[in-house]
């Protein structure tokens, strides 16, 4: 267990609140991303390398609030960083010379006085999941990824990245207890207040302390019909029987509300500085909360090991839907409703603006300057408490205009993880129905940006390929105008997009052999797809893992799975009437499954191992639940 947390007077907050996290790291550079209570004099001290005084060149510092500064490191070094080896490295804080140790002792696996990174020479194998939810009673999947790192210290055995494939954090499904600690927060921390446009409510202090503020936020919208839609998709909490059961009615609002919520789920100081308690509720209100805090309460528990295993392994991000809102894109007419609203268009630039800072930054830093240079603008804006709403409002234009959210690894396989969420192929014919996943554009360029490889790991929130029964039903309730109600959306629900992304898998000069990295629909399994017709390859395989909180009701997947087998087996000629006509699917078995079982639904942490050629050796699914891992084999080693 880690060391327990220090102890914080009411008056005092300590120096650093979240981090540091592990984000991009190469030879010569290194990328990391915390939060302080104030703005930091950092020292880097490197194993084997002199000690780094942080400048503004290094460590650009961007407020969220009075006492919450994001610091966003990024540095060069002079000498590279050797492969393989465990290094150790620090954070001193000011001239007191005080390092990780004294300020954040929970981050340290057993005598050790500082964290430790490893440069991987190759992806020889990795880590993955998505779909983190704290209230989900599951337990948390990253307590994995912890414990791994706990039982294997060495180098060699260290895994090379920890791959997030989406919904790192949930904007739009929130509980109780959680929005109440976030609101406790946000005071504590004092993080900035907005003006709000095209609410009820005409800024966030109001919000905060209106009776709709907790499980009513639909009623912050103006009564007026022409809203209905964007009720329905922001607050509605409209129920999906057949996927998902979404909870909008805490929707998160503001630029605060998201960046506290950050500050919750990735560290377990933010926690010790306050005491949030029940806001007035209804009876039956009052029982959810109270069910929910359980979740929550057994949640925090574990945030100071899953804090330790992002201080120890670089990991890198990718949104899907829930870290801005759900259905986030899904069809133009959705857009055409989300945009065209003042107070909907905040809302997702807010969780934007968020995500930017705390997530898509630390992927690919030189993508940002540009922007990151009016959120600093934006931080510096205003009065002391409340941000400039035209400040604002040009930066989320900004944002929902940028086209830079995937990016490229150079690493050996080369790793390749798209935006399948800003870029969409908008269908023409019908504005409701979904958008593929990718235009033709991105496209084009994934396809450049695969030339030549030998080898690459593509990092897609959504299977390509998805489980064809699931996706069949989504077709259906597609064509009867409802895609909202089952989130259809995959590769296959757009022509032109589908037809695209095969045809790459085809190119002769694109890799002979493919991993496919994906989340998003709540449980696991592996498929290795065949081209018909074709000698030497492609070699396909589609790796999901979902979620690392959160999972499929369980009755209900048993259902799917088993009609799926009977319906499209390998050898079904139903098969042909899909775009896959040209290709063999061929499902892994999960190891401890009941016989027939494919799909794999528990909570936990995906894990693969590749050899020399970039193909997988070894695919498990580590369960949160405590169970052994689970192996996920192909038949003929099954059988």
Known sequence: MPAPLPQTEDHALPPVLVG???????????????????????????????????????????????????????????????????????????????????????????????????????????????CRKPHHPAADGLLCVDRLLAEQPAAHDRPA??????????????????????????????????????????????????????????????????????R?????????????????????????????????????????????????????????????????????????????????????????DHDITDDWNLSAQW?????????????????????????????????????LEKAAALSASGDDRYLDSPVQDDLINDLLKFQNWHYLLPTTPAVLVVDTRTRRWRSEMNLKQPSGLLDWEALSELQQELLDHPSAIIVSPAPIFGVKLIETVQRVFSWCGYPLLVD???????????????????????????????????????????????????KIWQITSSGIKNEFPRNLLEWFDRLNRWLYSPRSPLNWLTKRRRMRIVPHIPEHAEAGERLWNSAGIGQVFFNDQGQPEAIYQHNSNGSPKTRMVAPQQHD
């Open 335 to 371: 857009e055409e409703t989300a945009y065209g609203h003042p107070f909907s268009r905040r809302i997702i630039g807010n969780a934007l603006i968020a995500y930017m800072l705390c997530q898509g930054w630390g992927n690919h830093p030189d993508a940002f300057t540009t922007v």
């Open 488 to 538: 259809a959306e995959n590769w296959m629900a757009h022509r032109g997009a589908a037809q695209v992304i095969l045809n790459i898998f085809r190119h002769s000069r694109t890799p002979g052999n493919y991993v496919v990295l994906s989340g998003d629909v709540h449980y696991s399994f592996v498929y290795e797809v065949f081209i018909r017709h074709r000698k030497g390859g492609p």
């Open 161 to 230: 990245l920890l791959m997030m494939t989406g919904d790192q954090v949930y904007a739009d499904d929130v509980a109780g207890p959680m929005l109440r600690a976030i609101h406790a927060l946000i005071k504590r921390l004092g993080l900035f207040e907005e003006h709000l446009e095209g609410a009820v409510v005409s800024d966030s202090a109001k919000l905060y302390e209106h009776p709709a503020s907790y499980y009513h936020r639909a009623d912050l919208l103006p009564a007026l019909q022409s809203n209905e839609t964007l």
């Open 232 to 320: 329905e998709r922001f607050f509605g909490g409209a129920r999906k029987p057949i996927f998902t059961s979404s909870s909008a009615d805490n929707h998160l609002v503001t630029f605060a509300e998201v960046m506290a919520m950050y500050l919750l789920v990735w560290s377990p100081t933010p926690w010790t500085l306050i005491t949030p308690q029940p806001p007035a509720l209804t009876p039956q209100r009052r029982e959810r909360y109270a069910a929910e805090q359980i979740c929550i309460d057994s949640f925090t528990r574990g945030l100071g090991n899953v804090a330790r295993a992002l201080a120890h392994l670089p990991t890198l991000m990718i949104f899907d």
């Open 20 to 130: 540091p996290l592990l984000r991009r790291l190469e030879p010569r550079r290194l990328v990391l991303w915390l939060v302080g209570s104030r703005t930091l004099a950092l020292t880097l001290r490197i194993q084997g390398s002199a000690d780094i005084r942080l400048d503004a060149s290094q460590c650009t510092v961007i407020a969220a609030g009075a006492h919450a500064f994001v610091h966003l490191i990024d540095v060069h070094l002079d000498t590279a960083l050797p492969y393989d080896e465990l290094i150790e490295y620090d954070l001193l804080i000011d001239d007191e010379q005080a390092g990780i140790a004294e300020w954040a002792p929970h981050l340290l696996y057993g005598d050790a006085r500082c964290p430790t990174l490893v440069l991987r020479s190759r992806v020889d194998q990795l880590l993955h999941g998505s």
